[in-house]
């Protein structure tokens, strides 16, 4: 189980009080992957939401004619799985574990219960998880621009 240290230095938890920091760890979970082991492929079922402890992951789509798309490398402290773990539909990526890395993992089903019996915790949590969410979004906004304004010149 995470000390409450630990858990402070994630943006998700950041603005929890130790009490409600003790409820988190309480239903988290940790696992180890080597090396080049796959968390989940695109598609699987929903598998809660993970936060990075130690290691590095990629995430990754498949395109068209099955080539292998880099999207995001997540490093400490970094999510994934928040979008399966909110909205309970299969993942839209691929992880998979680029050198050993730690989890913290939260159920979906420990999530939603902790959620439901405690508001303030729910609110604090989705709100910066929607913050994170929206700062990736502008970054591939971005980007795409960028490479439409590319395209064009």
């Not at 994630?10 to 409820?23: V, Y």
């Not at 309480?26 to 936060?51: N, T, Y």
């Not at 997540?74 to 773990?85: H, I, P, V």
Request: proline share 2%.
């Amino acid at each position: 189980m995470p000390t409450l240290a630990r858990l402070k230095k994630i943006s998700l938890f950041r603005d929890l009080t130790n009490d409600e920091l003790k409820k988190v760890s309480k239903i988290m979970k940790e696992s180890s992957f080597r090396k080049g082991a796959i968390i989940w492929d695109e598609g699987s079922p929903e598998q809660g939401l993970h936060i990075i402890d130690s290691g590095k992951v990629g995430i990754s789509r498949r395109t068209k004619d099955g080539n292998k798309q880099v999207l995001a490398v997540l490093k400490k402290d970094n999510f994934l799985g928040e979008l399966s773990c909110l909205d309970g539909r299969s993942h839209s990526a691929s992880a998979e574990a680029l050198m050993k890395t730690n989890l913290f993992i939260i159920r979906k089903a420990d999530m939603d219960r902790l959620l439901n019996k405690n508001p303030k915790i729910a609110y604090k949590i989705v709100r910066d998880m929607a913050i994170e969410i929206s700062h990736i979004l502008r970054n591939m906004n971005d980007k795409f621009i960028n490479m439409v304004d590319f395209l064009w010149d």
